[in-house]
């Protein structure tokens, strides 16, 4: 069965950082991941999808995630941190029907 | 590309009334859609995958004659709430795909708000 796990329901960094959202999946098959971003009051948006090619993906908005088995992680990182990133973010994963999301992590930046 | 339209995102109405949510894909055909249950400060809730042309699959625990789904076409898909309540007041959000391990892409959702 697929799984993901979001470590941290919220996190908060100064404008400017380093933002770190972590993500660990548990998937009995060579898994499809996501990173989706929502704002309040909106749907989903994806951000960036690992699909079993390069382990380094990089999406939207300047963010970028590496899958690495051994850790069975799918982190999401942006160098620096901007005000409108603030957001909820949802990594998930994926079988040959449905997604299965995390719990989201809330990103508040800090000016 | 990989537009999809919710509409209305954002409805009030009586007890009693039912509501229909209408999902579309406005670049692509979709083959799948997805409709999802999101409560304040949770992650979604899958509540019913529906293929265009064949009967909606229900998620455990989701009333199949209270939430009505009908996929007719490759493009639309509606969710109904019948009867509505108001504890079905909540946040729908639809997602549509074309094919297998594609993105799901999603509509910006719709706020119901039963009094």
């Known amino acids: 069965a697929q799984s993901v796990t979001q470590l941290g329901s919220h996190v908060s960094v100064s404008e400017g950082a380093l933002v770190l959202l972590r993500c660990n999946y548990s998937?009995?098959?060579?898994?499809?991941l996501f990173w989706y971003v929502q704002y309040p009051n909106q749907g989903l948006q994806l951000l960036l999808k690992?699909?079993?090619?390069?382990?380094l993906v990089k999406g939207i908005n300047g963010f970028e995630a590496e899958f690495k088995k051994s850790e069975t992680s799918f982190h999401l990182t942006k160098p620096s941190a901007h005000m409108s990133d603030a957001a909820e973010y949802f990594c998930?994963?994926?079988?040959?029907?449905?997604?299965?999301f995390g719990t989201g992590t809330r990103l508040t930046v800090i000016p | 590309g990989a537009v999809v339209s919710q509409h209305p995102s954002w409805v009030i109405c009586k007890s009693g009334t039912s509501v229909k949510i209408e999902c579309r894909s406005l670049?692509?055909?979709?083959?799948?859609m997805f409709w999802y249950r999101q409560f304040p400060k949770q992650s979604l809730m899958l509540m019913a995958t529906s293929n265009e042309g064949s009967k909606a699959t229900y998620e455990q625990g989701v009333e199949k004659d209270k939430f009505l789904i009908n996929h007719a076409s490759l493009t639309l898909s509606t969710l109904t709430v019948t009867s509505a309540h108001p504890e079905d007041s909540s946040f729908y959000i639809c997602?549509?795909?074309?094919?297998?391990?594609?993105?799901?892409?999603f509509g910006d959702g719709t706020r119901l708000s039963i009094l």
């Open positions: 997602s549509a795909r074309v094919t297998g391990n594609q993105p799901q892409h």
């Open positions: 690992y699909t079993s090619a390069a382990t």
């Open positions: 998930a994963v994926s079988d040959p029907t449905n997604l299965f």
């Open positions: 998937s009995s098959v060579p898994p499809y």
């Open positions: 670049d692509f055909q979709a083959t799948t």
